[in-house]
């Protein structure tokens, strides 16, 4: 089946910003277009945060609240890459970032989403 593959994670400061994308396999008719994607994060010791979603064709998108206004989703269909720009990074915002697809309605609930990328590190520190 389709595998994603997160990149664009790394060391920021507070204040930052990165932007972190997802991607499909290369396999011919591994497309993303086909499904909504949802952001996660998680810290160490925590669960499993949703961040930010967005359908199919890009018109609906949805945020958790702890980065609302910070966080945006994006997503461009003929490059198969959906993107999280994040804005004024704080320390708080340090986790293991992945995308997923497959849930049947747009939830935060990671349980709800059957297919993970591998995730990549964010960190923000002085």
């Known amino acids: 089946h389709l595998q994603l593959v997160e990149s664009g994670g790394g060391l920021v400061q507070p204040g930052g910003s990165l932007r972190v994308s997802c991607s499909a396999s290369?396999?011919?008719?591994?497309?993303?277009?086909?499904?909504?994607v949802g952001w996660f994060r998680q810290a160490p010791g925590k669960e499993r945060e949703g961040v930010a979603l967005i359908s199919s064709n890009g018109e609906n998108a949805y945020y958790g609240d702890s980065v609302k206004g910070r966080f945006t989703i994006s997503r461009d269909n003929a490059k198969n890459t959906v993107y999280l720009h994040m804005n004024n990074l704080q320390p708080v915002d340090s986790a293991i970032y992945y995308c997923a697809i497959g849930a049947r309605n747009p939830v935060m609930r990671a349980d709800e989403w059957p297919i993970w990328g591998q995730g990549t590190q964010v960190t923000v520190s002085s």
């Open positions: 290369d396999s011919p008719g591994d497309r993303l277009d086909h499904y909504g």
